[in-house]
Antibody, heavy 115, light 112 residues
Framework: EVQLVESGGGLVQPGGSLRLSCAAS????????MNWVRQAPGKGLEWVAN????????YYVDSVKGRFSISRDNARNTLFLQINSLRVEDTALYYC????????WGQGTLVTVSS | DVVLTQAPLSLPVTLGQPASISCRSSQSLVAGDGNIYLEWFQQRPGQSPRRLIS???NRDSGVPDRFSGSGSGTDFMLQISRVEAEDVGVYYCFQYAHRPHTFGPGTKLEIK
């Protein structure tokens, strides 16, 4: 059974930082494109970033470029999202999602940016 | 950026009746390799999204065959042949033919 478990969310002040993690099991992590997708409270889905299987390619939505950094550790089957210079509008549930032969999603980790 | 427009945004349906959701793209979703990178996701209340359809019309494993996808170029459709109670939720189209990847705004399906 594929499991993606996100962690690292929390309450942070504007301008603060967090590092989100996603621990994967039950899939060939090193063969999967890995994504972060977020969902603001009561809103729709927004694709945030992804990285290719070996981590050499990284792509971001414009609103997070220069502030967010996606990375992965294939030896530990773990995906990361370093989020800096947080803004109130970054408040959302952050999902980790794997695209392989299928699409797998975690339960999300909540990031709340508030003073 | 590619903008995906869905219609309707709210879809009340009687149990057992069909339902259709349109997704229109601001650009062609045909990639250089000839594939069309358009997917459909379902998000039930309180749950994580689940992919239903990939490459316009390929149903994921375990997805009931009452769900079907169609379309080409910039116009796509998700159809449910007979709506069941478990189909309540929000449906999103998603494109990854272009970067940044984008989701549609979502269509909320409810039972009348």
């Amino acid at each position: 059974e594929v499991q993606l478990v996100e962690s690292g969310g929390g309450l942070v002040q504007p301008g603060g930082s967090l590092r989100l993690s996603c621990a994967a099991s039950g899939l060939t992590f090193s063969a999967a494109w890995m994504n972060w997708v977020r969902q603001a409270p009561g809103k729709g889905l927004e694709w945030v970033a992804n990285t290719n299987p070996d981590g050499s390619e990284k792509y971001y939505v414009d609103s997070v470029k220069g502030r967010f950094s996606i990375s992965r550790d294939n030896a530990r089957n773990t995906l990361f999202l370093q989020i800096n210079s947080l803004r109130v509008e970054d408040t959302a549930l952050y999902y980790c999602a794997a695209w392989t032969d299928s699409s797998y999603w975690g339960q999300g980790t909540l990031v709340t940016v508030s003073s | 950026d590619v903008v995906l427009t869905q219609a309707p945004l709210s879809l009340p349906v009687t149990l057992g009746q069909p339902a259709s959701i349109s997704c229109r793209s601001s650009q062609s979703l045909v990639a250089g390799d000839g594939n069309i990178y358009l997917e459909w996701f379902q998000q039930r209340p309180g749950q994580s999204p689940r992919r239903l359809i990939s490459f316009v019309s390929n149903r994921d494993s375990g997805v009931p065959d009452r769900f079907s996808g169609s379309g080409s170029g910039t116009d796509f459709m998700l159809q449910i042949s007979r709506v069941e109670a478990e189909d309540v939720g929000v449906y999103y189209c998603f494109q990854y033919a272009h970067r940044p990847h984008t989701f549609g705004p979502g269509t909320k399906l409810e039972i009348k």
